[in-house]
């Protein structure tokens, strides 16, 4: 079965400095993986996205993930924290099952809050 | 500026009333959903229409009903909602291949529903 788990669901780190934020998934077949971001007010926007190939990928706002198989994690960094960063944020996953069909599972989000 | 717009931004109604949230699509997909996001619970899928038929219904109750007239126009006609319907209620829109993965969702701003 699919499923995505965030660790903490409330992160706050200082103005410049590193944000991390965790996501584990589990999948039976090789994974599309997400990071979608909510700012207030707002519908979900896609961060990045891992589909094949580089398992190191960048987005938008200067965030990046690594996809490690090996320990089944997402996890999202930025090197600076800024104030604008200031949202909820969302990991998911996407696989095909054998039917063909596609199921995308989401994670129940961590709030990441800039403090000045 | 999202290619998903939904309509209306906010909404309140009564147990009794009848209401129907709209959503509209610029990006040319041709698979839309119905997501609804309640505080501290994960996203939770409530029905895909993929070439405009309905794909998949999780087990919504009927006091929901969707509407998709044509793959740019998705609707969710409300009728007799109860107090724990209050959320957001998220549209979002892709480009679907039967048997891979579909593109990203792009989301609209959803709809704050309060139901008293």
């Known amino acids: 079965a699919q499923s995505v788990t965030q660790l903490g669901s409330h992160v706050s780190v200082s103005e410049g400095a590193l944000v991390l934020l965790r996501c584990n998934y589990s999948s039976s077949v090789p994974p599309y993986l997400f990071w979608y971001v909510q700012y207030p007010n707002q519908g979900l926007q896609l961060l990045l996205k891992y589909t094949t190939g580089a398992t190191l990928v960048k987005g938008i706002n200067g965030f990046e993930a690594e996809f490690k198989k090996s320990e089944t994690s997402f996890h999202l960094t930025k090197p600076s924290a800024h104030m604008s960063d200031a949202a909820e944020y969302f990991c998911?996953?996407?696989?095909?099952?054998?039917?063909?069909?596609?199921?995308?599972?989401f994670g129940t989000g961590t709030r990441l809050t800039i403090i000045p | 500026e999202t290619g998903v717009t939904q309509t209306p931004r906010h909404l309140v109604m009564g147990m009794t009333n009848k209401k129907s949230l709209k959503c509209e699509q610029h990006l040319g997909h041709n698979a839309m959903y119905w997501y609804k996001q309640s505080a501290k619970k994960p996203l939770e899928l409530m029905f895909v229409?993929?070439?405009?038929?309905?794909?998949e219904n999780n087990s919504v109750p009927s006091r929901f009903s969707p509407e998709c007239p044509n793959s740019s126009h998705l609707f969710l006609h409300l009728h007799t909602l109860q107090p724990e319907d209050s959320a957001l209620y998220l549209c979002?829109?892709?480009?679907?291949?039967?048997?891979?993965?579909?593109?990203?969702?792009?989301f609209g701003n959803g709809t704050r529903l309060t139901v008293t």
């Open positions: 998911a996953v996407s696989d095909i099952n054998d039917f063909g069909n596609e199921k995308l599972t």
């Open positions: 979002a829109s892709s480009q679907s291949s039967p048997g891979r993965h579909n593109s990203p969702l792009h």
């Open positions: 229409y993929s070439l405009e038929e309905r794909v």
